[in-house]
């Protein structure tokens, strides 16, 4: 069974940092992997998504990169911002062998706070 | 607007008593998702259709959990006999799937909080 692992669970920042948010999974089957946003109550917003064959992807001030054989992939954030703050959350779109698709597989999110 | 709608945003019952939720997909998505998040928790797959046809479900929906999509197009999640234990947000997401191998990103509605009292 998959399962997804975010580390760390909350972190707290001042504006203008770099940071990292890291997730690794236990199953390298995997077509794809998602970033999202969650804010406070709210649905989730797609960040990014990198495909199983891709080592990275781009949008604005974030960089998310995959190592699937290993398991893992980190969400960077550059020049942080206070609008950044939320749950960031990162999920793996599971393969099935002899075809057939599944649903997403969820880490419990890092929870950010950007402090002005 | 031309996201995931989900209806109502909120939903407060009594134990034992049924409630149903819908959602409506981006219009060109082929596939839609159900999903439960718990406080404190990432999402949790519950089911998923393509087009009318639900392929795919997941252990945690009980016998008192259904889910519909007549015309492939909004989706109805309907629970039975509610528990406190079903006080979660529930999420829909939909995604298109083209050709033989899916790439598909999903996209998320702003969900459906339950409170059972």
């Known amino acids: 069974k998959q399962e997804v692992t975010q580390i760390p669970a909350a972190l707290s920042v001042p504006e203008g940092e770099n940071l990292v948010l890291n997730c690794s999974f236990t199953d390298s089957a995997i077509y794809n992997l998602q970033w999202f946003r969650q804010d406070p109550g709210k649905g989730l917003t797609s960040l990014l998504l990198i495909q199983s064959s891709q080592r990275e992807q781009t949008s604005g001030r974030l960089n998310a990169s995959l190592d699937k054989s290993s398991g893992r992939s980190t969400l960077y954030i550059a020049a942080s911002q206070p609008g950044d703050s939320a749950t960031y959350l990162c999920?793996?779109?599971?393969?099935?062998?002899?075809?057939?698709?599944?649903?997403?597989?969820f880490g419990k999110g890092t929870h950010l706070i950007i402090q002005p | 607007d031309t996201g995931v709608s989900q209806d109502p945003r909120h939903k407060i019952t009594k134990r034992g008593q049924n409630v149903t939720f819908r959602c409506d997909p981006i219009s060109e998505h082929n596939r839609l998702y159900w999903y439960r998040q718990t406080l404190g928790q990432g999402p949790e797959f519950l089911t998923y259709?393509?087009?009318?046809?639900?392929?795919?479900k997941s252990r945690l929906l009980s016998d008192r959990f259904s889910a519909e999509r007549p015309k492939g197009s909004f989706s109805t999640l309907e629970i039975q006999r509610t528990e406190q234990g079903d006080s979660a947000m529930y999420l829909c997401?939909?995604?298109?799937?083209?050709?033989?191998?899916?790439?598909?990103?999903?996209?998320f509605g702003p969900g459906t909080r339950l409170t059972v009292l």
């Open positions: 259709f393509q087009n009318e046809a639900q392929l795919e």
């Open positions: 997401a939909s995604s298109l799937k083209a050709g033989p191998i899916s790439y598909n990103e999903q996209f």
């Open positions: 999920a793996v779109r599971n393969y099935i062998k002899g075809g057939g698709a599944d649903g997403l597989t």
